[in-house]
Antibody
Framework: EKQLVESGGGLVQPGGSLRLSCVAS????????MSWVRQAPGKGLEWVSY???????YYADSVRGRFTISRDNAKNSLYLQMNSLRVDDTATYFC????????WGPGTLVSVSS | DIQMTQSPSSLSASLGDRVTITCRAS??????LNWFQQRPGKAPKRLIY???TLESGVPSRFSGSGSGTEFTLTINSLQPEDFATYYC?????????FGPGTKLEIK
C-alpha cells in the first residue's frame, strides 16, 4: 500500500523559510513523479509544484522563484524548500503521487504570521 | 491556463438520493479529469480518474462521465459517509487546476 507522510510545517514570520519533507513507502518512489498541493484554511485545493522521476519541474506562478522542489530517491523523500514566505502561503501542504494525485499524505500545516 | 468550474457550489440531499455534480473546463481536455472527495480535516481521496475509471475500492454508486469540456460525477443512493466536498482536477496541462469544489450536505 502506497503511503506518504509530510512533516516540517509550523509557524513562521513573513519573509521566513521552511523546508517541508514527504516520506514515501510501499512503492518504488524513484519511478514516480510527485507533486505538492496546498489548501488554505477553509478554501479549495491549489496545485503548487511537480517533479517527475526524470527531473522535469513545474511551479505555480504564485510560488515560482520562492519555492524549490527536490527529491532524494535514496531516502524515498520529496522536499519543498519555501523561502520569502508570505501570509497568503498559509495552508496545509499535501504531497501526492504523480500528476493525477492517486495517493495523498495527511498534510502538514504552514502558518505565516507576525 | 485551463479554468475549471463546478456546479452547484453546494447541494443538500437526503440519504438514498441520487446527485450529480458538473465540472466544466475552459478548453478541451480530452478525458484528463479526476474527481476527489474530501472530508473535513482529511486529505482528498481520488474517486475517479480519466473521467470514467473508478478507483479501486471506491463503491460502485460513484460514477463519472464526459469528455472534452463537460464532465459529471454521479452518486447513486447517497450514504452517510458521502456527505463531503467534491473537487474535479484537470491533468491535461500544467498548471494543474482544480474546480472550486461542491459541498454536499445532508438535507
Amino acid at each position: 500500500e502506497k503511503q506518504l507522510v509530510e512533516s516540517g510545517g509550523g509557524l513562521v514570520q513573513p519573509g521566513g523559510s521552511l523546508r517541508l519533507s514527504c516520506v514515501a513507502s510501499g512503492f518504488t518512489f524513484s519511478s514516480w513523479s510527485m507533486s505538492w498541493v496546498r489548501q488554505a484554511p477553509g478554501k479549495g485545493l491549489e496545485w503548487v509544484s511537480y517533479l517527475s522521476s526524470t527531473g522535469t519541474i513545474y511551479y505555480a506562478d504564485s510560488v515560482r522563484g520562492r519555492f524549490t522542489i527536490s527529491r532524494d530517491n535514496a531516502k524515498n523523500s520529496l522536499y519543498l524548500q519555501m523561502n520569502s514566505l508570505r501570509v497568503d502561503d498559509t495552508a496545509t501542504y499535501f504531497c501526492a503521487t504523480g500528476g493525477g494525485y492517486g495517493t495523498w499524505g495527511p498534510g502538514t500545516l504552514v502558518s505565516v504570521s507576525s | 491556463d485551463i479554468q475549471m468550474t463546478q456546479s452547484p457550489s453546494s447541494l443538500s440531499a437526503s440519504l438514498g438520493d441520487r446527485v450529480t455534480i458538473t465540472c466544466r473546463a475552459s478548453q478541451a481536455i480530452r478525458n484528463d479529469l479526476n474527481w476527489f472527495q474530501q472530508r473535513p480535516g482529511k486529505a482528498p481521496k481520488r474517486l475517479i480518474y480519466d473521467a470514467t475509471t473508478l478507483e479501486s475500492g471506491v463503491p460502485s454508486r460513484f460514477s463519472g462521465s464526459g469528455s472534452g469540456t463537460e464532465f459529471t460525477l454521479t452518486i447513486n443512493s447517497l450514504q452517510p459517509e458521502d456527505f463531503a466536498t467534491y473537487y474535479c482536477l484537470q491533468h491535461n496541462a500544467y498548471p494543474r487546476t482544480f474546480g472550486p469544489g461542491t459541498k454536499l450536505e445532508i438535507k
